[in-house]
C-alpha cells in the first residue's frame, strides 16, 4: 500500500512484488523538467539517472491527448518500466512528483501498478508575505521547490505593505531607497537589500515556469500603503510625512483616491508590474481599507460629489473598479482580498476575481457576489491562514475545512502565511508543514477521495519526503496540540501580537482632521 500525498484519483496495484527498480542503468526521456526529479534520486539514492531522447528509456515520458484534464496524468509501472502519459508537460511533471513518492516508499522500487489522476481545482496556491520579512531568493526557491511538491500551481507573491516595499519600480525610486527600510524588523534580515530588483523577479518567476507555477505579484491599495506613502508622502489625503510602519496592524493611512496624480501614480507602478509577471495577473489587495481620511479629505468628498457616489464605500468601490479596468485594458486580470463589501447598486467588476479571507463561503456576502457571476478563491481564516498559531486552527481543522459557495464558481484554494511574527525560515516551516499537505490535497483530491483518517496514516511517509527536503515541520503531536500545549502556543502568541498601534493611529486621526479644517477654511 502506497501513501501519497495529494491522495490521486485512482491507484491500482495488480502486482505486490517490485517491478522497476532504480539502478545505474535507469533512464529517463530527456525533457526540460527532469532536473529537479534526477537531483531527488541522485540525493535520495545516490544514483544518477541519464536523459535519453530515445524510446528504449527506463522512465518513459508521453504527451497524450487521451489524458483526462489539462494537468492530469496517469502513471503505469509495467515489465520493468514506468511510463508517465500527460495531456501536456505539467501533466508529465506532476507525475514525476508522485514517482518520488513511490520509489521513497519502495525504497527504489515500483510494483506493477495503474494511476490515474487530475486536479480537482485549476487554481491551487501559496501566498508568501515578503513586505513585513524580506525573504531571500534562496529561500523562495526552496518554497516553491515545496509547493511542486505538493503539485500546487499558484504563487502568490505579496510584495508591498505598510512594514515595507519590495519590488523595484523605476518610474518611482523613491519606493525601493526609502521604502524598503523598515526600522526596527529589518536589523534581523541576512541580507543588505530589501527589495527585489527586476533581474532577481524575472529569475524567481522563471524558477516557478520550470515547475508549471504561475506567479501572482500583489501590490496592495488603497489601504496597506505606509511605505509607499513614506516614499511620497503626497498619495496621501494629507500629505502627511510617515516612516515605513515599524509595526503590524491595520493603519489608518491610505491613498487618496480623490487625486488624479494617485490613480497615475497605481497606473504606473501595475503598467511596469505586468511587464514583470507574464501571466498579466494582479492582486490588488482592497482589505483593510479605513475610510476615515477619506471622509475628512477636500479632495475625496469632491470626488463623491462629481462621480454622483453615496459615500466612501462607494467610493472605494468606484477606486477599485478604475484599477482593475486599467489592467484589464493592458490584457490582464485583477483579484482582490476580502474586499469591503460590493455595493448593490455600484458594485465591483464581476471581472475581478474575489479571494475570500474573512467571510463565510456560504455567507450572505459570498452569495450576493455569486449570483453577479464572481469567481471564487477560497483561503478563509482561519482554516489557510498559516501563521496562526496550532492552538487556533490545528491540522485536523485545516483538513475538514472545504466549504463551496452556493453560487459562483470556485477556482480553487490558496494557503496563506503573513510573517510579521515569523522569525526564521525554520518557524516558517514549523508553521506551513504539515497544514500545507492538507490544503493541497483539498485542492487536488477528489471530495470522495478524503479522508482524513487516511491523511493521518500518510502522514509518517510524508514526513520521510519532507526530511529529503531538510523540513523542519510541526509533528502531529504539535500539529493537533493537546490542552496543555494549546495553552502554551496561544500564551506565547498573545505575547508576540500585543502593540499599541491603535493609540498612534487614533492620535494621527486628530492630527488629520486638523489639517481638513485648515484646507475647508
Known amino acids: 500500500m502506497f501513501n501519497i500525498i495529494p491522495q490521486p484519483n485512482q491507484i491500482i496495484i495488480s502486482k505486490g512484488k517490485p517491478s522497476f527498480s532504480l539502478s545505474p542503468d535507469t533512464t529517463v526521456t530527456k525533457t526540460d523538467f527532469t532536473t529537479e526529479f534526477r537531483d531527488f534520486v541522485k540525493k535520495q539514492f545516490d544514483i544518477r539517472i541519464h536523459r535519453e531522447i530515445s524510446d528504449d528509456v527506463s522512465i518513459k515520458l508521453v504527451k497524450s491527448s487521451e489524458v483526462a484534464g489539462e494537468e492530469g496524468y496517469t502513471l503505469i509501472s509495467r515489465d520493468g518500466r514506468i511510463y508517465i502519459y500527460g495531456k501536456n508537460e505539467c501533466g508529465i511533471f506532476y507525475g514525476l512528483q508522485t514517482l518520488k513518492q513511490l520509489l521513497l516508499q519502495g525504497d527504489g522500487t515500483v510494483p506493477d501498478m495503474y494511476i490515474e489522476d487530475k486536479p480537482l481545482y485549476p487554481y491551487r496556491g501559496f501566498m508568501l508575505d515578503s513586505s513585513r520579512r524580506f525573504w531571500r531568493t534562496s529561500e523562495i526557491k526552496r518554497l516553491i521547490d515545496l509547493m511542486a511538491l505538493h503539485k500546487l500551481n499558484v504563487f502568490h507573491w505579496h510584495l508591498t505593505d505598510d512594514q515595507g516595499w519590495r519590488i523595484e519600480i523605476d518610474k518611482y525610486p523613491m519606493l525601493t531607497q526609502k521604502g524598503s527600510h523598515r526600522r526596527r524588523r529589518d536589523r534581523k534580515t541576512n541580507d543588505g537589500k530589501r527589495y527585489y530588483t527586476k533581474e532577481q523577479i524575472r529569475d524567481i518567476v522563471e524558477y516557478c515556469r520550470k515547475r508549471f507555477i504561475k506567479v501572482i505579484p500583489e501590490f496592495d491599495v488603497p489601504g496597506h500603503t505606509v511605505a509607499a506613502i513614506a516614499s511620497y508622502p503626497e498619495l496621501s489625503c494629507f500629505g502627511q510625512k510617515r516612516n515605513v510602519a515599524s509595526s503590524w496592524g491595520v493603519k489608518h493611512d491610505i491613498l487618496c483616491a480623490g487625486k488624479d496624480s494617485t490613480l497615475k501614480f497605481v497606473y504606473e507602478v501595475t503598467d511596469e508590474i505586468m511587464q514583470l509577471f507574464p501571466d498579466k495577473i494582479i492582486h490588488i489587495g482592497g482589505d483593510d481599507a479605513v475610510k476615515m481620511r477619506w471622509s475628512i479629505c477636500p479632495h475625496c468628498q469632491k470626488r ?146 478524503r479522508s482524513y483518517e487516511r491523511f493521518l496514516n500518510s502522514l509518517p511517509e510524508y514526513y520521510d519526503l519532507l526530511n529529503i527536503y531538510e523540513v523542519r515541520y510541526a509533528t502531529l503531536k504539535q500539529a493537533n496540540p493537546s490542552k496543555l500545549r494549546k495553552a502554551a502556543y496561544g500564551v506565547a502568541w498573545r505575547n508576540k501580537t500585543v502593540n499599541f498601534h491603535r493609540l498612534y493611529d487614533l492620535a494621527e ?13
Not at 496563506?416 to 492538507?438: G, Y
Not at 486621526?509 to 477654511?521: G, I, P, Q, Y
Open 304 to 449: 463623491i460629489k462629481d462621480e454622483s457616489l453615496k459615500d466612501e464605500q462607494e467610493l472605494y468601490t468606484w477606486f477599485m473598479n478604475k484599477i482593475a479596468s486599467h489592467i484589464e485594458k493592458n490584457g490582464g486580470k485583477a483579484i482582490i482580498r476580502s474586499c469591503d463589501g460590493s455595493d448593490k447598486e455600484k458594485p465591483l467588476d464581476k471581472n475581478i476575481i474575489w479571494q475570500v479571507c474573512d467571510k463565510d463561503m456560504n455567507g450572505k456576502v459570498v452569495s450576493r457576489e455569486g449570483k453577479m457571476g464572481r469567481a471564487f478563491i477560497n483561503s478563509s481564516s482561519p482554516h489557510y491562514y498559516l501563521n496562526l498559531p496550532y492552538s487556533m486552527i490545528n491540522l485536523k481543522k485545516t483538513y475538514e475545512y472545504a466549504p463551496e459557495p452556493v453560487y459562483g464558481e470556485l477556482l480553487g484554494t490558496e494557503a496563506v502565511i503573513w510573517t510579521e511574527h515569523i522569525s526564521s525560515i525554520k518557524s516558517l516551516d514549523f508553521m506551513v508543514f504539515p497544514r500545507i499537505a492538507a490544503i493541497a490535497e483539498t485542492a487536488w483530491s477528489d471530495k470522495d477521495d
Open 509 to 521: 486621526d486628530e492630527k488629520s482632521r486638523s489639517l481638513a479644517k485648515k484646507e475647508n477654511r
